[in-house]
């Protein structure tokens, strides 16, 4: 026993001396061996404060809704003024013109100042990725209602994390990143859609797994499919956005 001990001891100082006996070029040499140095990423610029960064698709900066459009393919009826989209009650849901798998989406929104319902009617739209999974938008600053559908909720699905909420009337971000679902040659979900989401720069949803469409009622069911617009829900509330960019994965 003893003498393993000690023989383990003269080898661990072996080991060391063997160190110590390396030059600068070797140490550098050996370490060069786990140097990665392709493939280069490349430079992206970033925004200014919440400004796009260069590589982003801008959906909306606040002049026009041209990349939107309605549900029968017409011009977006929303109101566009002050560097901000509403929704104009009755005009319906918006599409992108163009469809999207995975993404990154940086969306700024803001419900009414004025406080004119409660629970669900107050401040409510949703933006829905591939025109099925909906990530809530909802004026949940003290507003209780379902915790599955609440800001940033995965409607019904997941409920936030934190309550990251700012008051009624002041502009909110949700920063997200959305991996479309994979789908078998059979047609069944082999990799379910994922989604973290951050609000107000505060993490909410934390790659949860989406169970399919998020559905008012009922269990969600996958169903193959492939892009689909990026879509934003007139739930009859004058709810604003702004600053909408993304960029594909
Ligand atoms: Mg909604």
């Known amino acids: 026993m003893r003498t393993g001990l000690l023989l383990l001891l003269v080898l661990a100082q072996t080991v060391a001396a ?77 599409y992108t013109r163009q469809s999207f798998g995975s993404v990154q989406l940086h969306i700024e929104w803001r419900a009414p100042a004025e406080v004119a319902s409660e629970s669900q009617g107050r401040g409510n739209s949703g933006v829905f990725f591939m025109d099925r999974y909906e990530v809530q938008v909802l004026d949940s600053f003290a507003n209780p209602t379902y915790p599955n559908g609440q800001a940033a909720s995965v409607y019904k699905q997941h409920i936030p994390l934190v309550n990251a909420s700012r008051g009624p009337g002041e502009w909110q971000s949700y920063d997200i990143v959305f991996m479309a679902p994979e ?67």
Request: charge should be negative; glycine fraction near 10%; proline fraction near 8%.
């Open 18 to 94: 063997q160190e110590q006996a390396l030059t600068r070029e070797e140490i550098y040499a050996r370490a060069a061996i786990t140097e990665v140095w392709e493939p280069v990423p490349p430079v992206v610029t970033p925004g200014a404060g919440n400004a796009p960064p260069s590589d982003a698709l801008v959906l909306f900066d606040g002049s026009s809704l041209d990349a939107w459009r309605n549900v029968d393919g017409g011009a977006a009826g929303w109101v566009v003024a002050d560097g901000a989209a509403t929704v104009k009650a009755g005009t319906g849901n918006i």
């Open 183 to 249: 789908f078998g040659a059979n047609g069944r979900v082999v990799r379910p859609a994922t989604l973290t989401v951050f609000h107000n720069g505060v993490l909410v949803q934390n790659n949860v797994a989406v169970q399919g469409p998020t559905e008012f009622i009922g269990k969600p069911q996958y169903e193959a499919h492939g892009k689909a617009p990026i879509r934003l829900q007139d739930h009859s509330n004058p709810v604003s956005f702004r600053n909408i960019w993304l960029r594909e994965l």
